[in-house]
């Protein structure tokens, strides 16, 4: 099993659509990271979470210690936002989720 | 402007044929690595540099070598590259090694071994 699982795999959504992405992990972590690898592969930095909640533009990102899970909101979802996004966790090392791919139709 | 550079961005090349994937950083950090991607695998560390002269290996170090000589270059290194090595690779670079460091990507190399 791996350590951090991410679901679904795939998702389609109709641009405007409100959009969640689940991360799940099973080990202690100091640190969360959601990242986002646009269609040419570039990676950038979404968030990183060690507690609560964090909001930049339409993007929310929350993170429950407790239950081990986090989650990635895209609110007013639009074309641009189609990507694969990517939950890493920091925990002795970074291990990484294998992505969820996003495609939003207009 | 801040950033990670890798080159080449592309490369097709034969088994065994020595080459060097170069990664350069203009922020200071500390911290460098280097990862492969691949379908249904995800982001693998290959290895990772706390620091000038020093390295470790990541999660799947076999077939490659890295240096760091100078902060700012960390080049990856296969010394006889085989078609398993096909993959994604992409350098990253972060200011230190706590968790609340946000880690900055190269562009990545898509590299085929034949």
């Known amino acids: 099993k791996n350590e951090v699982e991410q679901s679904p795999q795939n998702l389609t959504a109709q641009e405007g659509e409100f959009i969640t992405i689940n991360c799940s992990y099973s080990v202690g972590i100091s640190a969360l990271h959601w990242l986002q690898q646009h269609p040419g592969g570039g990676i950038v930095s979404l968030f990183m979470l060690s507690s609560g909640k964090k909001k930049h533009g339409r993007l929310i990102a929350t993170i429950n210690i407790q239950e081990k899970h986090s989650s990635l909101h895209i609110t007013a979802s639009h074309p641009r936002d189609s990507a694969v996004y990517i939950c890493a966790v920091l925990a002795d090392k970074l291990i990484f989720g294998t992505g969820t791919r996003l495609q939003v139709f207009p | 402007e801040a950033q990670v550079t890798q080159n080449p961005r592309y490369l097709i090349t034969v088994t065994g044929k020595k080459l060097t994937v170069t990664c350069s950083q203009n922020m200071n950090h500390e911290y460098m690595s280097w990862y492969r991607q691949d379908p249904g695998l995800g982001l693998r560390q290959i290895y990772y540099?706390?620091?000038?002269?020093?390295?470790d290996k990541g999660d799947v170090p076999e077939g490659y070598k890295v240096s760091r000589k100078e902060k700012r270059n960390f080049p990856l290194i296969l010394e006889s590259p085989s078609p398993n090595q096909t993959s994604l690779y992409f350098c990253a670079s972060k200011l230190g090694l706590a968790g609340e460091f946000v880690e900055f990507f190269g562009p990545g190399t898509r590299l085929t071994v034949l």
């Open positions: 540099s706390m620091n000038v002269e020093v390295t």
